[in-house]
């Protein structure tokens, strides 16, 4: 893969004196309706990948799995998933890393008189992700420590997917349900109550700062260190753009929202999202999240994941900053 270019040109957002046709290409799998294009259509529309000296290609496909295929096959460089899945692949020989793409969390959203979790006792509940979902496994969590009761035991469980569990809520048919972040936005615009966001259930668990648990992943023998840096430069150039409100405009459309107050919902969560660097602070609460969801989850949440492994959170650009 070629070299790029002085990465003190790209930090400064200069354009660089080489031929678009010439720059390496980054290529990243990504939901072909999901959020992640939001960030990589600022990115490429403003130029931040070329300004950092690669072209960045967008890879659209139809489910998760799907993406985690091309990556694995060698089809993308890059794709965005948690870092769980990460240290599965890390176990399996494969030297990922993982540097985060949001600290956005999910949240569990219910009906009116549902207002703590201890509220959830022999009530329906949706679950987004399966009964071994980390956000599921950590209000379980809570609920033992602060009700005293099994969650899973103490309620009528559904699973399905986000849109199936958020009709369910709006209709009555579940009380309550665990979903992703984007979900819970849409459910906020809609006027449906949170109860708690799943970073509150870490903190209140003990574990704090919650770690971030989404984020680019690469195989670092199969993509350069500098391309990947230079890719996690680009987007954090794409997150300062989205950070003013009215650099969302060109992206409604994509967003495929039903109205105004969920436009501004999912805006909202997602600029409140925003990754600082990992710290070891962040090391040292992702282990212990890890302990705690492989006590709950399991047999099957042991076959989704490796041991803790610190290497995968490595930061190109933090490298590069600590050279300079």
């Excluded at 930090?11 to 046709?21: M, Q, R």
């Excluded at 959020?35 to 690669?54: C, H, K, R």
């Excluded at 091309?70 to 890393?97: C, H, N, T």
């Excluded at 705690?292 to 399991?298: A, K």
């Amino acid at each position: 893969m070629k070299r790029l270019l002085l990465s003190a040109c790209a930090a400064l957002g200069l354009a660089l004196p080489v031929a678009a046709e010439d720059l390496p290409v980054l290529k990243i799998a990504v939901l072909k309706f999901g959020t992640v294009n939001w960030l990589m259509e600022t990115i490429t529309a403003n130029g931040f990948d070329t300004a950092n000296g690669f072209t960045l290609e967008t890879v659209p496909l139809a489910g998760g799995a799907a993406t985690s295929v091309a990556f694995q096959s060698g089809d993308v460089d890059m794709i965005v998933k948690d870092w769980v899945w990460a240290l599965y692949q890390r176990d399996k020989g494969v030297p990922i890393e993982f540097v985060p793409y949001s600290n956005t969390l999910g949240a569990l959203m219910a009906r009116e008189g549902v207002e703590t979790i201890c509220d959830l006792k022999g009530q329906s509940v949706g679950v987004v992700g399966g009964e071994t979902d980390k956000s599921w496994l950590i209000l379980q969590a809570l609920a033992t420590k602060d009700c005293g009761f099994d969650l899973s035991e103490e309620t009528k469980v559904l699973t399905g997917a986000p849109p199936l569990m958020s009709q369910q809520l709006e209709t009555g048919a579940v009380q309550a349900v665990s979903t992703y972040w984007h979900f819970a936005a849409k459910l906020r615009a809609a006027g449906m109550p949170e109860v708690m966001g799943v970073g509150e259930a870490m903190t209140q668990l003990g574990i704090d700062p919650a770690p971030p648990m989404i984020g680019f992943v690469w195989d670092a023998d199969r993509l350069d260190a500098d391309l990947a840096g230079a890719m996690l430069r680009a987007a954090e150039a794409g997150r300062e753009t989205l950070s003013d409100d009215a650099a969302w405009e060109p992206l409604r459309p994509m967003m495929r929202v039903k109205s105004d107050a969920e436009f501004a919902a999912l805006r909202d969560a997602f600029q409140a999202g925003r990754p600082g660097p990992w710290t070891q602070a962040n090391t040292d609460a992702a282990e212990k999240l890890y302990n705690l969801l492989t006590d709950l989850g399991g047999a099957g949440f042991k076959a989704e994941a490796g041991p803790f492994t610190p290497a995968i959170f490595n930061d190109p650009t933090a490298a590069s900053a600590d050279a300079g």
